[in-house]
């Protein structure tokens, strides 16, 4: 677990009453990550916590219930201690920090959220699990040599995959990613699409180009492709070929049949890893039936060394709303059955 030195040197936390508590964060680096420009941090765990927080000096004052109290004071000090191990606090960690704290409280659980599991650190950004299956997840991605992930969109699927993989690259330890997904239209026709197949296909695989340039950036990410150290390649293409020494991820995994899927995982060689990457409920497939990716699953279920992991509503990491918008579409399927 990674904790800062001296955590609680850089914030205390004094609860005056069951309903009201000041917090005191010393460092003032620290104390505007965690404010936000206009004091929007601080808005946005009002609105989530239903609390009234007071801003002065290098002080918090916290009013509300006892539990939602409780719940701002463990989420400010997981965010000083955010900041501390990756010198970063982001919307997304004020959301998750609240989400886990009010989860904990309902389970009665009051244990202070303190530490971080796992860090990720690219050349802009440092990344973080945001749920115990995401935190699964990039054990899974560090630790095996085949990886399956199922789960809607927002889970951080391709996100975390990429942030593995090009870490791995720039330090040497492969020599090549390999970005893939099948050739399947989600309401359009690759053939009205200028260019050869790469760039038909380049417009689908625009997430993961997303996390590449959020994550190591432009520059750095066009002279990997250039020099061919990551690859971007349609799934047809991946035929015949022995993958040595590379990390290759496939997303959009629920448009492959399972005779797709399975030339992909036997392409496996010496030092490689392999990401399976899908969404079952988004497939484009004119025939649903034909994806591979659930029939993979359960086809591969008693291989211990392939690691599968199932995320669902919970683990979305994107906008709150997200999550909703999951749960109700789920909701509507669930009763038309």
């Known amino acids: ?12 936390i004094k609860k005056i009453d069951n309903e009201t ?3 005191k964060i010393f460092n ?4 505007m990550a965690i404010v ?11 609105k989530l916590t239903n609390t009234k927080l007071f801003f002065r000096g290098n002080s918090i004052t916290v009013k509300g219930t006892e539990n939602s109290v409780l719940s701002v004071s463990n989420s400010l000090m997981f965010l000083v201690n955010k900041f501390l191990v990756t010198n970063s606090v982001e919307n997304n960690d004020i959301v ?7 989860s904990d409280l309902e389970n009665k659980n009051k244990n202070n959220i303190r530490s971080i599991d796992q860090v990720i650190k690219t050349p802009r950004r440092s990344i973080i699990p945001r749920s115990k299956k995401q935190s699964d997840y990039l054990k899974a991605l560090q630790n095996e040599s085949i990886i399956m992930s199922l789960g809607p969109a927002g889970t951080g699927k391709s996100y975390l995959a990429v942030s593995v993989a090009v870490t791995l690259l720039l330090e040497k330890k492969i020599e090549r990613v390999i970005l893939s997904r099948p ?3 989600a309401g359009e026709k690759l053939g009205f699409l200028p260019g050869d197949m790469k760039e038909k296909v380049d417009p689908y695989l625009r997430p993961l180009y997303d996390a590449l340039y959020d994550l190591f950036g432009y520059e750095k990410i066009q002279r990997k492709i250039e020099t061919g150290a990551i690859e971007i390649a349609p799934l047809a293409f991946m035929r015949g070929r022995t993958l040595k020494n590379s990390f290759a991820i496939l997303d959009e995994a629920q448009n492959a049949t399972l005779t797709q899927i399975k030339m992909f995982l036997t392409r496996i060689g010496e030092n490689s890893k392999l990401v399976v990457n899908g969404d079952p409920s988004q497939i484009d497939l004119i025939n649903k039936n034909h994806s591979g ?14 690691k599968v992991i199932e995320f669902d509503h919970k683990d979305v990491v994107r906008h709150p709303l997200v999550s909703k918008i999951i749960q109700a579409y789920q909701k509507n399927i669930d009763d038309q059955n």
Not at 1 to 12: C, D, F
Not at 96 to 102: L, Q
Not at 293 to 306: A, G, R, T, Y
């Open 1 to 12: 677990m990674l904790e800062a030195k001296n955590l609680n040197k850089e914030i205390s």
């Open 96 to 102: 998750y920090s609240i989400k886990h704290e009010v």
């Open 36 to 46: 936000g420009e206009f004091n929007k941090n601080l808005d946005q765990i009002e």
């Open 293 to 306: 990716l659930v029939k993979s699953k359960k086809i591969l279920d008693n291989i211990k060394e392939i």
């Open 183 to 185: 050739a399947v239209e």
């Open 21 to 23: 508590a000041n917090i």
């Open 28 to 31: 003032n680096n620290v104390l």
